[in-house]
C-alpha cells in the first residue's frame, strides 16, 4: 500500500472514490429544470388526495410514463428484488399494480406480502415512496384487469413463465402466435394466474427537491384509528 504526499493511503479503496466513472457521475446535472414548490402545511389530509394532484401535475409537466413504479419485494429468505411496473390503481385501500401470481414478484408477494412502490419524476424534482403490505385482489377484479389489457399484453401473459430461462426468441414468437389465436377463437379468456395487488400503506412518504438542497419531506402514516397523521422530515 502506497501513501501520498499528504500521508493518505492509496489503493483500490482510494482509487474508487476518484475514479473516471465517479467524476463522470458528478457532472451530470441535476434539478436542471424547474422545480415547482410545495406547502406541506397546505397538504391534504389523506395521501392518495396529494399522489393525484402530484400525478396530474406531472402529466401536465410533460413527465414522460409517470405512472410507471418501481416495485421491491423480498423472498422467503430476505433476498430482495425489485423492478419498474405499471400502475393501475389508486384508491381508498391503497396503490394498484398487476402481475402473474408465478412470476417472480408475485412468488415474492406469496412468501412474503410486505412490499415497497416508488416513483420519480426528475423534470418536476419529485419522488413518491410508498410502504406497506400486498394483498391480492379477487379473480373477478383481476380478470376485469387482464381483459384491460392489450391483445399484445395478454397474449404475453398467456404465454407466462416470465422471467424463466428462454430456448429462443423464434420459439418464444410462435408460441405468442399460438396465444394471439386463442385470444381470437375467445376474448373473454383470462391467464388463471394473472393477479391484482393492491398495497395497502403504512406510511407514504412525498420529497419535493431544491436547487439549494433544502429538500421537503412529508410523512402520511398511517394511525390505528384509519386516520393519517403527517410528519416532516429532515431533507
Avoid at 493511503?9 to 467524476?23: I, T
Avoid at 436542471?32 to 397538504?43: M, N
Avoid at 424463466?164 to 385470444?183: F, K, Q, T
Amino acid at each position: 500500500m502506497e501513501r501520498d504526499p499528504g500521508g493518505a493511503e492509496s489503493g483500490p479503496a482510494q482509487d474508487a472514490l476518484g475514479g473516471p466513472m465517479r467524476d463522470r457521475l458528478r457532472r451530470i446535472p441535476v434539478f436542471a429544470g424547474a422545480i415547482p414548490s410545495f406547502d406541506p402545511d397546505s397538504a391534504p389530509e389523506d395521501p392518495v388526495e396529494l399522489f393525484a394532484q402530484w400525478l396530474d401535475h406531472a402529466v401536465d409537466a410533460g413527465v414522460p410514463e409517470p405512472h410507471v413504479m418501481n416495485l421491491a419485494t423480498a423472498d422467503a429468505a430476505d433476498r430482495v428484488d425489485s423492478r419498474f411496473l405499471i400502475l393501475k390503481d389508486v384508491g381508498p385501500h391503497g396503490w394498484s399494480f398487476a402481475t402473474s401470481a408465478q412470476s417472480p414478484k408475485g412468488r415474492d408477494l406469496k412468501d412474503n406480502a410486505r412490499a415497497a412502490l416508488s416513483c420519480y419524476w426528475p423534470p418536476v424534482g419529485r419522488q413518491v415512496r410508498i410502504t406497506g403490505t400486498a394483498a391480492p385482489e379477487s379473480s373477478r377484479t383481476s380478470a376485469a384487469d387482464f381483459l384491460a389489457r392489450s391483445p399484445d399484453a395478454r397474449a404475453e401473459a398467456l404465454v407466462g413463465g416470465q422471467s424463466a430461462p428462454m430456448d429462443s426468441v423464434a420459439r418464444h414468437e410462435r408460441e405468442l402466435a399460438e396465444a394471439r389465436a386463442r385470444l381470437a377463437a375467445d376474448p373473454e379468456l383470462v391467464a388463471p394466474e394473472w393477479t391484482l395487488y393492491t398495497l395497502r400503506p403504512d406510511y407514504v412518504e412525498f420529497w419535493q427537491g431544491a436547487k439549494d438542497r433544502n429538500h421537503i419531506r412529508l410523512r402520511y402514516t398511517a394511525t390505528s384509528a384509519g386516520a393519517w397523521e403527517r410528519t416532516l422530515l429532515r431533507p
